[in-house]
């Protein structure tokens, strides 16, 4: 069993940054994949980048490429993502989730574990 708890939402203004962590508990954290993922209102949970077991393979969602990045600190059981140069269009709750598979995962339903999320809100 995983447990991951999100922190380092909030509320910014367009422009500025955020660096989300993603705690996690369990003496297995190095080998699971970890992605983000976010929902607006109204909206499906969309994926927002996702990096393997090593942080050698890294994924991002095209709206965020170039202004996020994924990164993982194994030795503290935590998934970090950088958010820079936020927009109003990335006001979301943002979940991290752990995946037990080999293959990293693009699609929510791939994922074996999940947070509560944390809510980040970008004002214009």
């Known amino acids: 069993q995983v447990q991951l708890v999100e922190s380092g939402g909030g509320l910014v203004q367009t422009g500025d940054s955020l660096r989300l962590s993603c705690a996690a508990s369990?003496?297995?954290?190095?080998?699971?994949?970890m992605g983000w993922f976010r929902q607006a209102p109204g909206k499906e949970r969309q994926f927002v980048a996702a990096i393997n077991w090593s942080g050698g393979n890294i994924f991002y969602a095209d709206s965020v490429k170039g202004r996020f990045t994924i990164s993982r600190g194994n030795a503290k059981n935590t998934v970090y993502l950088q958010m820079n140069s936020l927009k109003p269009e990335d006001t979301a709750v943002y979940y991290c989730?752990?995946?037990?598979?080999?293959?990293?995962?693009?699609?929510?339903?791939?994922?074996?574990?999940w947070g509560q999320g944390t809510q980040v809100t970008v004002s214009s």
């Open positions: 369990g003496r297995t954290f190095s080998s699971y994949a």
């Open positions: 989730a752990a995946d037990i598979g080999l293959v990293l995962h693009t699609t929510d339903g791939d994922y074996d574990y």
